[in-house]
DNA sequence: CCTACCGATCGGTAGG
DNA sequence: CCTACCGATCGGTAGG
């Protein structure tokens, strides 16, 4: 079946062009007709596999917040430290956001873009990995492996710094990504100022 | 002169709503007639307050930037330590971000919707701000106040960690500012593991 | 997968 | 500051 697998492809290709235009110059700025011309067709014909502009978004969105829940879940099986988790999720995210830089990003930046009832059903994934997140946070407070500390701070300021990865590291540049890794988790886990 | 005095008033309005929508729908999903409604006009009357829908994205770019280089300097004027200008570069960030989130998320997010040349000439001036900023960490690490981290990884997740304030950090909630000073540079500057 | 085309909306202008 | 309107572009469809 070269038809199937050819069409299955192709909506690959479009997918991963659509989360690369959306990276670099937004979801709204983003026209059909630039995607099309991004992998070599007529806006129209996109739309033999695909059902909207939309439902790209929805997917790259979906598709990322299944994989963190997936991630934290698996994370949360282990009986380990609240230390250990926390920096388990770290790396996964720094991995993540170095190896699928595009559409990791679209999902951080482009998700607002979705309509209802996608947009509350978003928000409400997003709520649910941010909490589970916490939990780890307040339990590493709670055990007295990690400073007091306002948890909401710490767990924004985690997200926020690996959030723009994108945006300063490539992994071609000087750093290597295990470099990256350590320095990131050095200075996260243990601050800038030397005690 | 109320005339002129309503004019230059009703610019300031203008820009502010357009910084809000800019900030909550981003730039290119702003229409001028989004603009417009939220300043009780009709789009067309826009136009006699300012020329074009880029001059304001210009101006809130570069009117942030100025704003920020500024206190680059001032502190650099101080004959302090590393540790000290960091933490006044740091409060100083923290209290724009939350006394003025709208126009400084727009600043964050939206210049790259700039054309040329305004948006090489922004580049030009956030390159240097980061690289006096930079400059910074690394005189910290060479006196051994700070921990030898990589500079560029430092820089950014200081810039990333602010960079969201206004995503989640709401004034009226139940942090205060300066609650969010104090564990915000405890959490940047110590870490979050207890040593 | 293409050509041809749709109604809606965009930023902006003319003219008063 | 408004009404009226412009050409360009948008997401998407019809029909083959």
């Known amino acids: 079946m070269p038809t199937v697998k050819n069409k299955k492809s192709k909506k690959q290709v ?20 630039d995607l099309a011309q991004a992998v070599d067709l007529k806006a129209s014909s996109l739309y033999n596999h695909i059902a909207s502009k939309e439902e790209i978004l929805q997917k790259i969105c979906f598709d990322n917040a299944r994989h963190f829940l997936s991630a934290m ?28 830089p595009t559409s990791v990003t679209s999902f951080n930046d ?18 649910d990995y941010e909490n589970r997140f916490k939990a780890i946070i307040k339990e590493g ?17 985690l997200l926020s710094s690996i959030r723009w990865l994108y945006d300063w590291y490539h992994p071609d540049g000087k750093i290597t990504t295990e470099q990256l890794v350590d320095h990131l988790l050095g200075f996260l886990l243990y601050g800038l100022i030397k005690d």
């Open 14 to 33: 479009i997918l991963e062009a659509a989360a690369r235009l959306f990276r670099d110059k937004g979801y709204p700025a983003t026209s059909m007709r």
């Open 110 to 127: 482009e998700w607002r873009h979705l309509s209802e009832p996608q947009l509350t059903e978003f928000k409400t994934l997003r709520k």
């Open 73 to 100: 879940k698996k994370i949360e099986k282990k009986d380990s430290s609240a230390t250990d988790r926390i920096k388990d999720l770290l790396r996964f995210h720094i991995q993540l956001a170095t190896e699928d």
């Open 141 to 157: 407070i709670k055990t007295g492996e990690f400073n007091a500390l306002n948890s909401t701070v710490v767990l924004y300021s």
